[in-house]
């Protein structure tokens, strides 16, 4: 992971380059992420943070994270964490036949299971983007809540201040969200 | 001239050491008890301080002198918000701690941002309930310079810690560099190194202002004051709090509410006198503690006549 920070002397700038770094490793984002860009203009308090994330993950399909045994209709997930997701959007298709046997064992009719394999139950980049947006905020100073967010497939930046962001500052969060 | 330390060791003939420092004329000024071990922070008369030592010694604990013990400290945070707490306010505060001191931490309620930050007269009074207060502030020098009316206007000594490593404003005589937003522990050497720093800081302001008392004394120490509180006022063992009765530069505040301690110090004298004949007594209007400001020697001489 890549910090690079600019608009502040240097020995702020250093101070934010831990900051960033510490902040990334709570929220343990840092090998999921290729670059951060950190602007800061302390004279009229803006500032911009832009996130690259490294790759953007497959969603996961059902058949991603489960087993389905035909013999005992049964749905085998590999981890709990999918079950709610699996179940509401069975029930939400039909309610006849499907019982949660287990904690991860869901019965289920097989001309069912045929029909929802192939759909989606995770978005694992949505989750990813969710946490990149709280360590961007943590980033950023309290005070500055005015924000200004641009979101992409790869990147999101947020430019923010105290009083109301100007079109110069947009125009900048513009050319970070951009950069490479 | 009396000698703080803090005592670390096993329970097991602890008791030792506490009849030592009685009959040697030092007051016991904490003392925590948990599990099997025992922290005490104790006050001692420097002539006979190598007794205590070689009786820590002998005790197998560990005995270091503690510069703030005595004095009440609030660490003042710019909020309450994940941006600086617990990082890095609480480890200051735990490091002030292991140092003697009684600390407090308060977060403003509007205390960030270069043009949006503002302090009421209900948190300054707040801060001033204490001896010292410490300022964490951020990185950013700009911003420090745009917030010294936060804590200008504090009638107590004011320790400043902020990012830049230095920092000139008229009016603040203290100020440790290095220590920012931090949003992880402080625990490496280089940020230990920095709280020696800090806590040589905040010795001298509380040294200033022990010296500036001493210019008019107190008719009364605030340890012995202490001392006669708990042996004479029923209650005061009884509260639960973990530092019921804490010791000021100028006085003591108890944890007390004050309509109940009044009560119960009507009739408690000393050297002849009725306590409140030596410190005014009020109750602090946030806290509903009881504080005690001991008289100066010449204000006590005017009531007299």
């Given at each position: 992971?890549?910090?690079?920070?600019?608009?502040?002397?240097?020995?702020?700038?250093?101070?934010?380059?831990?900051?960033?770094?510490?902040?990334?490793?709570?929220?343990?984002?840092?090998?999921?992420?290729?670059?951060?860009?950190?602007?800061?203009?302390?004279?009229?308090?803006?500032?911009?943070?832009?996130?690259?994330?490294?790759?953007?993950?497959?969603?996961?399909?059902?058949?991603?994270?489960?087993?389905?045994?035909?013999?005992?209709?049964?749905?085998?997930?590999?981890?709990?964490?999918?079950?709610?997701?699996?179940?509401?959007?069975?029930?939400?298709?039909?309610?006849?036949?499907?019982?949660?046997?287990?904690?991860?064992?869901?019965?289920?009719?097989?001309?069912?299971?045929?029909?929802?394999?192939?759909?989606?139950?995770?978005?694992?980049?949505?989750?990813?983007?969710?946490?990149?947006?709280?360590?961007?905020?943590?980033?950023?100073?309290?005070?500055?809540?005015?924000?200004?967010?641009?979101?992409?497939?790869?990147?999101?930046?947020?430019?923010?201040?105290?009083?109301?962001?100007?079109?110069?500052?947009?125009?900048?969060?513009?050319?970070?969200?951009?950069?490479? | 001239?009396?000698?703080?330390?803090?005592?670390?060791?096993?329970?097991?003939?602890?008791?030792?050491?506490?009849?030592?420092?009685?009959?040697?004329?030092?007051?016991?000024?904490?003392?925590?008890?948990?599990?099997?071990?025992?922290?005490?922070?104790?006050?001692?008369?420097?002539?006979?301080?190598?007794?205590?030592?070689?009786?820590?010694?002998?005790?197998?604990?560990?005995?270091?002198?503690?510069?703030?013990?005595?004095?009440?400290?609030?660490?003042v945070?710019?909020?309450?918000?994940?941006?600086?707490?617990?990082?890095?306010?609480?480890?200051?505060?735990?490091?002030?701690?292991?140092?003697?001191?009684?600390?407090?931490?308060m977060g403003l309620a509007r205390g960030?941002?270069?043009?949006?930050?503002q302090i009421t007269a209900i948190e300054k009074g707040m801060i001033e309930?204490?001896?010292?207060?410490?300022?964490?502030?951020?990185?950013?020098?700009?911003?420090?310079?745009?917030?010294?009316?936060l804590?200008?206007?504090i009638?107590?000594?004011?320790?400043?810690?902020?990012?830049?490593?230095?920092?000139?404003?008229?009016?603040?005589?203290?100020?440790?560099?290095?220590?920012?937003?931090?949003?992880?522990?402080?625990?490496?050497?280089?940020?230990?190194?920095?709280?020696?720093?800090?806590?040589?800081?905040?010795?001298?302001?509380?040294?200033?202002?022990?010296?500036?008392?001493?210019?008019?004394?107190?008719?009364?120490?605030?340890?012995?004051?202490?001392?006669?509180?708990?042996?004479?006022?029923?209650?005061?063992?009884?509260?639960?709090?973990?530092?019921?009765?804490?010791?000021?530069?100028?006085?003591?505040?108890?944890?007390?509410?004050?309509?109940?301690?009044?009560?119960?110090?009507?009739?408690?004298?000393?050297?002849?006198?009725?306590?409140?004949?030596?410190?005014?007594?009020?109750?602090?209007?946030y806290?509903?503690?009881?504080?005690?400001?001991?008289?100066?020697?010449?204000?006590?001489?005017?009531?007299?006549?």
């Open positions: 992971m890549e910090i690079i920070v600019e608009g502040l002397p240097e020995k702020e700038a250093q101070g934010y380059v831990v900051l960033i770094n510490d902040i990334m490793r709570e929220f343990e984002i840092r090998r999921s992420i290729e670059k951060v860009f950190f602007y800061g203009d302390t004279e009229n308090f803006v500032f911009i943070a832009s996130i690259r994330i490294k790759k953007v993950l497959e969603p996961l399909r059902i058949e991603d994270v489960a087993i389905y045994n035909p013999e005992k209709e049964m749905l085998s997930v590999e981890d709990e964490f999918y079950v709610p997701k699996i179940l509401s959007l069975l029930w939400s298709l039909s309610k006849e036949g499907v019982e949660q046997e287990d904690r991860t064992e869901i019965k289920m009719p097989i001309e069912l299971y045929n029909r929802v394999k192939g759909e989606v139950v995770y978005y694992p980049t949505d989750d990813l983007k969710k946490n990149v947006q709280e360590a961007i905020n943590r980033v950023l100073p309290e005070a500055a809540r005015i924000k200004y967010i641009l979101s992409a497939e790869k990147t999101i930046t947020v430019a923010s201040s105290e009083n109301a962001i100007s079109e110069d500052s947009k125009k900048l969060a513009q050319k970070y969200h951009e950069r490479d | 001239m009396f000698k703080m330390a803090l005592f670390e060791g096993g329970l097991h003939r602890a008791d030792e050491l506490e009849d030592l420092v009685d009959d040697i004329g030092g007051f016991l000024i904490q003392k925590n008890v948990t599990q099997i071990d025992i922290t005490l922070i104790i006050a001692v008369p420097g002539e006979d301080y190598d007794l205590i030592v070689n009786k820590a010694k002998e005790l197998r604990g560990k005995l270091v002198e503690v510069p703030l013990a005595g004095s009440e400290i609030t660490i945070a710019p909020s309450l918000g994940k941006h600086h707490l617990p990082h890095p306010v609480c480890d200051i505060s735990e490091y002030i701690r292991r140092n003697g001191a009684v600390t407090n931490v960030v941002g270069q043009r949006i930050n309930e204490a001896d010292i207060a410490v300022f964490s502030l951020g990185n950013f020098s700009r911003c420090l310079r745009k917030k010294t009316h804590f200008l206007d009638d107590i000594p004011v320790v400043l810690l902020g990012g830049p490593e230095q920092f000139n404003v008229e009016g603040l005589e203290y100020y440790v560099g290095g220590i920012g937003r931090r949003s992880q522990r402080l625990r490496q050497k280089y940020d230990l190194d920095l709280f020696n720093k800090m806590v040589d800081e905040i010795s001298k302001a509380v040294e200033n202002r022990r010296r500036e008392i001493e210019e008019d004394p107190l008719i009364l120490e605030p340890m012995y004051l202490k001392k006669i509180l708990e042996e004479n006022v029923e209650g005061i063992d009884k509260i639960i709090s973990p530092i019921p009765i804490v010791l000021n530069v100028d006085g003591v505040k108890v944890k007390m509410p004050l309509n109940q301690f009044k009560e119960k110090i009507k009739n408690v004298e000393f050297d002849g006198r009725k306590i409140e004949e030596y410190c005014n007594i009020y109750q602090s209007p806290s509903k503690f009881t504080i005690l400001k001991i008289y100066t020697k010449s204000y006590f001489d005017s009531l007299k006549k």
